[in-house]
T-cell receptor, first 112, second 113 residues
Framework: AQSVSQHNHHVILSEAASLELGCNYSYGGTVNLFWYVQYPGQHLQLLLKYFSGDPLVKGIKGFEAEFIKSKFSFNLRKPSVQWSDTAEYFCAVNGNNRKLIWGLGTSLAVNP | DGGITQSPKYLFRKEGQNVTLSCEQNLNHDAMYWYRQDPGQGLRLIYYSQIVNDFQKGDIAEGYSVSREKKESFPLTVTSAQKNPTAFYLC????????????FGNGTRLTVT
C-alpha cells in the first residue's frame, strides 16, 4: 500500500536556523508530490508541488523541496526560518490512481 | 474572492444527535473532499465527490454520510453511529483535471459530549 512518512513530528528552531523536513513515500510509479502548510488558525494551503521537470522546486515564502527519485524522498528546506514560519507542515503524494496520501504532519515552532 | 466556506467554525452537539457540517465553494471545482484531522494522525479522507450526484467512500466513511446535489455544495453529516466524532473537519475542492492541488476551507471543529 502507498504510504507517506514524515520523520520529524515536532521541530523547534531558533530564528535564522536552517530547516529541513523529511518526507519519504512508498510508491513505485509516477508520482506528484506536494507540501502543504497550516499556519495557526488558518486553512491548509499549498506550499509547493512537483509534477515533472526540475527536481528542485521553489515554493512560497522562500521554501524549496528536492525530489530524489532514487531515495523516494521529497524533503522540504528553508535556509533561514522566521518566527512566522511556525506552522504544521504536511507532505502528500498522488500516485497514478490519483488518490492523495498524506503524511502525519510536522509541527514546527520557531522561537524569536 | 473565490474560495471554500465551511460553517460553522465551532459546533457543539450532544451524543446521539446527528449533525451536518456545511461546505460551499465558488471556485467552480468539480471535485470536493471531506477530511478529518486529529492530532498526530494527519488528514484522513472521509468521503469525496468528483461530480454532482456521485460520491465515494474514503478511508474512514463509517458513521458519516454526504450528498452532492449541487456542484458548489458538499455537506457532511456526522451520524450518531460515528463512535468518536469529536474532531476537526476539513473540506477541500480541486479542479478534477490531472493532479491539481487541493484548496481547503478553514475547517469546522466539532465537539460531541
Amino acid at each position: 500500500a502507498q504510504s507517506v512518512s514524515q520523520h520529524n513530528h515536532h521541530v523547534i528552531l531558533s530564528e535564522a536556523a536552517s530547516l529541513e523536513l523529511g518526507c519519504n513515500y512508498s510508491y513505485g510509479g509516477t508520482v506528484n508530490l506536494f507540501w502543504y502548510v497550516q499556519y495557526p488558525g488558518q486553512h491548509l494551503q499549498l506550499l509547493l508541488k512537483y509534477f515533472s521537470g526540475d527536481p528542485l522546486v521553489k515554493g512560497i515564502k522562500g521554501f524549496e523541496a528536492e525530489f530524489i527519485k532514487s531515495k523516494f524522498s521529497f524533503n522540504l528546506r528553508k535556509p533561514s526560518v522566521q518566527w512566522s514560519d511556525t506552522a504544521e507542515y504536511f507532505c502528500a503524494v498522488n500516485g497514478n490512481n490519483r488518490k492523495l496520501i498524506w503524511g502525519l504532519g510536522t509541527s514546527l515552532a520557531v522561537n524569536p | 474572492d473565490g474560495g471554500i466556506t465551511q460553517s460553522p467554525k465551532y459546533l457543539f452537539r450532544k451524543e446521539g444527535q446527528n449533525v451536518t457540517l456545511s461546505c460551499e465553494q465558488n471556485l467552480n471545482h468539480d471535485a470536493m473532499y471531506w477530511y478529518r484531522q486529529d492530532p498526530g494522525q494527519g488528514l484522513r479522507l472521509i468521503y469525496y465527490s468528483q461530480i454532482v450526484n456521485d460520491f465515494q467512500k474514503g478511508d474512514i466513511a463509517e458513521g458519516y454520510s454526504v450528498s452532492r446535489e449541487k456542484k458548489e455544495s458538499f455537506p457532511l453529516t456526522v451520524t450518531s453511529a460515528q463512535k468518536n466524532p469529536t474532531a476537526f473537519y476539513l473540506c477541500a475542492s480541486r479542479v478534477d483535471r490531472g493532479n491539481s492541488p487541493l484548496h481547503f476551507g478553514n475547517g469546522t471543529r466539532l465537539t460531541v459530549t
